[in-house]
């Protein structure tokens, strides 16, 4: 399996808090992808990066900032946490043929309460 | 603007029995197509994908896709389907910026 950690795999937290993800990859690509999963919409791209300090708008970057100050970490930050970011995060890595992410981490399971 | 519709939000299939999982994209040029496979609480699993040239690609796991432009379809086969090809099937489109159908969920009965 393609070397990709997501740190915490489970947190609930209150409306209004920083919340932060991170992303921690082994294979060194270049590109990495943070994606949201909600029932009914698959998944949807927050952001995403290219190259250290390269990053990106997705679909739904609304409410999110990121950060690659490394190749190996990719950063997912909610400044102020809402309930409508209640969801499972994941992150992908892809070498760049393409641009397609080809390896998921486990995700993180996030509560807004 | 890009989309994927997957029409079947959950098809049930006898082990040993043929499965066909829908497909149909919007997209502007021709496109990047790609399948992903999702057990229950994991990541997702790249299958297989069409970038160009040779419409019937083939995959991991004995799946393969056909690529028809004229109904803007990729559909997912497979001949023969084993119980451990329970999962949630997602079809994508596009480049950096992928979308991803809702998702097909397969059951298989024994």
């Known amino acids: 399996d393609a070397g990709i950690t997501q740190s915490p795999r489970h947190k609930v937290t209150e409306t209004g808090t920083p919340v932060t993800l991170r992303c921690h990859q082994t294979e060194n690509h270049r590109y990495m992808y943070w994606y949201r999963q909600d029932p009914g919409h698959g998944l949807r791209l927050i952001h995403y990066s290219y190259g250290v300090k390269d990053t990106d708008k997705g679909e739904v970057s609304d409410g999110y900032s990121v950060s690659r100050s490394k190749t190996e970490d990719f950063l997912l930050t909610l400044e102020s946490a809402t309930s409508s970011q209640t969801s499972v995060y994941f992150c992908a890595i892809s070498e760049g043929i393409g641009n397609q992410p080809q390896h998921f981490g486990d995700g993180t399971r996030l509560s807004i309460l | 603007a890009q989309s994927v519709t997957q029409p079947d939000i959950h098809i049930t299939v006898s082990e040993g029995a043929s499965l066909e999982l829908r497909c149909n994209y919007s997209?502007?040029?021709?496109?990047?197509l790609f399948w992903y496979v999702q057990s229950p609480g994991q990541g997702l699993q790249l299958l297989l994908k069409?970038?160009?040239?040779?419409?019937l690609v083939q995959g991991i796991k004995g799946f393969e896709a056909e690529f028809k432009r004229s109904q803007s379809s990729f559909n997912l086969r497979k001949p023969s389907v084993h119980w451990s090809d329970a999962a949630e099937y997602f079809c994508a489109v596009g480049e950096n910026d992928m979308r991803f159908g809702a998702g097909t969920r397969l059951t298989v009965k024994p």
């Open positions: 997209y502007g040029a021709t496109p990047y």
């Open positions: 069409y970038f160009s040239g040779d419409t």
